[in-house]
């Protein structure tokens, strides 16, 4: 009997990421929630980022097609103005800071990623795009920090900067106990516009 071995995945999703000094600016104004919260599983600073479309698990086959029509639409764009703001929650259980600057631009560049995704043979489940940047989950016994965390961040008004690459990201999701850790596939940076 010939079994056929299933092909390898990854969990893809492609993003658009901020400066250094920008997280290390939210970073800042979230100390005293790491203090306060140390149980609520927060996400490592070097994999923030703002998620333009998630692809979900794909063969790994299914990853290299992807790279030269990202590699051109990123050429054919300009860098975008953008700035974290504020912050809330879904459901009490996922914590983010809200994204402020050119959400037009922004949204526009979604669309098209997400209809090259599907021009390149990829379903996409089409959710709209809701810009912002997930910091940490909630434990299922702490609902409380998160809803807090984010009214701490009301305030917060980040520095504008500018978009310098899109982002082609694989993850670990769902591969064992160990922290979700991202990394990239690949990275075009943005060239000078339409």
């Not at 901020?18 to 939210?26: G, I, Y």
């Not at 005293?32 to 600073?45: D, E, G």
């Amino acid at each position: 009997m010939n079994e056929e071995t299933p092909e390898a995945t990854v969990r893809v999703f492609i993003a658009l990421a901020p400066p250094d000094d920008a997280k290390d600016e939210l970073e800042r104004e979230l100390l005293p929630a790491y203090a306060a919260y140390p149980r609520m599983r927060w996400n490592r600073i070097e994999d923030w980022h703002i998620t333009l479309a998630f692809l979900g698990e794909l063969p790994v086959s299914a990853v290299p097609p992807l790279r030269g029509p990202l590699a051109e639409l990123a050429a054919s764009r300009g860098p975008l103005r953008l700035a974290l703001h504020g912050g809330g929650h879904f459901d009490e259980r996922v914590l983010w800071s809200g994204i402020d600057g050119d959400l037009d631009g922004l949204h526009r560049l979604a669309a098209d990623v997400r209809a090259l995704v599907t021009d390149c043979g990829i379903p996409y489940e089409g959710r709209p795009l809701r810009p912002h940047l997930t910091l940490a989950r909630a434990r299922r016994d702490d609902p409380s920090s998160v809803a807090e965390t984010a009214a701490a961040l009301a305030g917060f008004r980040g520095r504008t900067w500018h978009t310098e690459r899109l982002h082609l990201v694989g993850s670990n999701v769902g591969r064992g106990p160990a922290p979700i850790r991202y990394r990239d596939i690949d990275a075009w940076e943005l060239g000078g516009g339409a």
